[in-house]
């Protein structure tokens, strides 16, 4: 059993990446199965930190992004929203080319808040940061957490 409310619909996914941080990074969301989404980012001068390695923020973007869309994909949006609560990141290897890709799985899914594990690998299949992304579900007409 699918773990989606709502089934993935890359190309729909892919074209809310317009005028956003993921079309800066070049995000972009490549797969998906009843348990799991994907998504990768260049690694070059636009994630890059100024010593040429793919930048740990940039990684957390990335998992951010992924996590938070999944959550999105979990809830009935006519009923709800989500927001991320808390986000970290383990930077594990250094990456200072091609793609990483990141595997959104979820730790639990709740009625309100969602945990999700993200790994981000290399182009080689190499982990390179291990990220928890916890989000706030929210009943539309409330006001989200402070940040």
Request: proline letters at 4%.
């Amino acid at each position: 059993m699918s773990l989606w409310t709502t089934q993935p619909d890359l190309a729909d996914l892919n074209a809310k990446r317009k005028n956003t941080i993921c079309d800066l990074l070049d995000i972009t969301f490549d797969a998906f199965d009843d348990h799991s989404i994907t998504a990768s980012m260049v690694v070059d001068h636009r994630t890059h930190q100024p010593f040429g390695l793919l930048h740990g923020g940039a990684s957390v973007v990335l998992a951010e992004t992924l996590g938070s869309m999944a959550s999105y994909l979990c809830i009935d949006t006519q009923k709800f929203f989500c927001v991320g609560l808390e986000v970290n990141a383990n930077h594990l290897r250094s990456v200072r080319s091609g793609r990483v890709t990141a595997i959104a799985k979820p730790v639990h899914i709740g009625r309100t808040t969602h945990v999700w594990d993200i790994r981000l690998s290399d182009d080689n299949g190499k982990l390179n940061c291990i990220s928890r992304l916890t989000i706030a579900v929210i009943p539309l007409g409330e006001t989200p957490p402070a940040r």
